[in-house]
């Protein structure tokens, strides 16, 4: 009987320390909620300071880290509490602003452009009531600046977790697609299957990259069978046969030979044909367009005082946050 409770004693604690830890863990794993305020322009338009802080934004959001407050969430709340962001950008002014919101963190921003543009990140706890992560990422101007955003973003959120739930890494982002081109596209044809992947036609890739790899395998069995019966035929064994039992041995190892070489023929048949229907679908099925696969470039041009934001919505990185509409896209402010 006493050991009977005992037993029932070490499991009730043993299920306790375990729910413990699952409800530790489960606080422990949760997003930081965080509000991203308008970024201050030094020697930069406002307006392309607030395109960097939406592109940050859209960043951040990625890493999978953070609960970002949206900015029309935002600036609804400011105004029925009467408070202006505007000059909001020292630690006293984020925290007080971050209670309003109700926020575990207030992100302030800023775009510095001198020879080159730098763009600085600091995260403001607002329980803490100070900087919990400073950051920076320097970046010429065309072309760079979105990579150096998320270069940055993916830092910010490694730096947060590690200070709230110790050392995590934060997943790497994808590598930039490569500059593929029509050149490499033929030379991938060679071989079914390659070029149709090259071109992200992946449904058609394992189509002709199975079929390649299946009706060559047939076609190599079906030419050592004929082999194999051929040389049975050639080196027929009549030793303690009649005539007619000869005539009968040589007759079905003749057909036997025959059947193969024409299941050889199909097989080779079928290997070309999709060898064939391979490279018809490359010349005039599947030929992609290489020549606007640059990913999106934000533009500053100082002497017409104008900021543009191009890019083309056929970029798969592109593609997951404006809703995989295929087009080319210029959008420009002037002032």
């Known amino acids: ?47 392309y300071a607030n395109v960097v802080r939406d592109i940050t934004e859209v960043r951040l959001y990625k890493t999978n880290a953070f609960d970002i407050l949206e900015r029309n969430r935002i600036e609804t709340i400011l105004r ?87 050392p995590v890494k934060v997943p790497a982002k994808p590598s930039p697609p490569e500059n593929k081109t029509m050149a490499g596209y033929y030379f991938r044809g060679i071989i079914p299957g390659l070029a149709q992947h090259y071109s992200d036609r992946y449904v058609k890739a394992a189509f002709f990259g199975i079929g390649f790899l299946a009706g060559g395998a047939y076609f190599g069995y079906s030419i050592y069978n004929w082999s194999d019966k051929r040389n049975i035929y050639e080196n027929e064994d009549y030793a303690g046969l009649t005539e007619a039992e000869q005539q009968v041995l040589h007759d079905k190892n003749y057909d036997a030979t025959q059947k193969a070489f024409r299941q050889a023929n199909i097989a080779l048949g079928i290997f070309a044909g999709i060898y064939l229907l391979n490279w018809i679908d490359v010349l005039f099925l599947s030929k992609p367009d290489f020549s606007s696969n640059t990913p999106g470039i934000l533009h500053y041009n100082d002497g017409v005082n104008n900021i543009y934001f191009s890019f083309n919505l056929n970029d798969n990185s592109i593609n997951e946050y404006y809703n995989e509409i295929n087009c080319n896209v210029k959008i420009g402010i002037s002032f």
């Open 80 to 166: 029925e509490q009467g408070f202006e962001q505007t000059g909001c950008t020292d630690t006293g002014c984020a925290v007080e602003l971050g209670k309003m919101l109700s926020v575990d963190m207030v992100v302030l921003g800023s775009v510095n452009k001198l020879a080159k543009f730098t763009i600085t990140l600091k995260f403001i706890g607002v329980r803490e009531g100070s900087v919990m992560y400073a950051d920076s990422e320097i970046a010429d101007v065309e072309g760079v600046i979105e990579s150096s955003i998320n270069l940055l973003a993916n830092r910010s959120a490694e730096g947060i977790l590690n200070l709230t739930q110790g």
């Open 1 to 47: 009987m006493k050991k009977r409770k005992k037993f029932i004693t070490i499991s009730f604690l043993i299920i306790q320390t375990a729910f413990l830890f699952i409800v530790h863990s489960a606080f422990a794993l949760e997003k930081k909620k965080v509000a991203i305020l308008n970024f201050v322009p030094n020697n930069v338009p406002a307006s």
